[in-house]
């Protein structure tokens, strides 16, 4: 029987250094404003730097860690990324599956992360995880756009 699922044989795991150009070739891809390289390797082995692998190329990354949030601990999605080849397969809500439930078993109660204020797609992928616009930072953005800040109670 042939298995027709685009999400087969995507696995997701733990990123290591020699993922890190993959990731980086992804960020400049899907990005105007990417990340420097070496941002990348500030976030290596971290509990919260996935990669989506399949046929052993990676097609899409997360970055999420903890922030003080005034005394207390809170998630923060800080890059997600999925390569243009295999968008609109799941992969960016597996990343995100994954990503949430690694910061909510570390003991967070609330997600947080920021989107540009145009990008719907992304809008409308977290919005279908339970993130709801918390308020926006004018000028967010090196190029002057807004971000809208958005957060999920655990």
């Known amino acids: 029987m042939t298995n027709t699922d685009p999400r087969a044989g ?3 795991r733990e990123v290591g250094r020699a993922d890190l150009l993959s990731v980086f070739r992804i960020e400049k891809r899907s990005f105007d404003q990417p990340w420097p390289y070496a941002a990348f390797e500030r976030f290596l082995g ?6 989506a ?3 052993d ?3 899409g990354y997360v970055i999420a860690d903890t922030v003080d949030g005034g005394g207390t601990r809170i998630g923060h999605i800080k890059d997600l990324a999925v390569a243009p080849t295999h968008r609109q397969q ?3 809500q597996r ?4 990503a949430v439930g690694s910061l909510a078993a570390s003991g967070v109660r609330q997600v947080k992360l920021e989107v540009r204020r145009t990008n719907e797609t992304a809008r409308a992928l977290y919005s279908s995880f339970g993130f709801e616009r918390h308020h926006v930072v004018p000028d967010y953005y090196d190029d002057g756009e807004d971000a809208y800040v958005l957060i999920k109670r655990l």
């Open 53 to 55: 692998e399949a046929d």
């Open 95 to 98: 990343l995100l599956t994954r």
């Open 46 to 51: 971290g509990p919260g730097f996935l990669v």
């Open 90 to 92: 799941g992969i960016g």
């Open 57 to 59: 190329r990676i097609v």
């Open 10 to 12: 995507i696995e997701i």
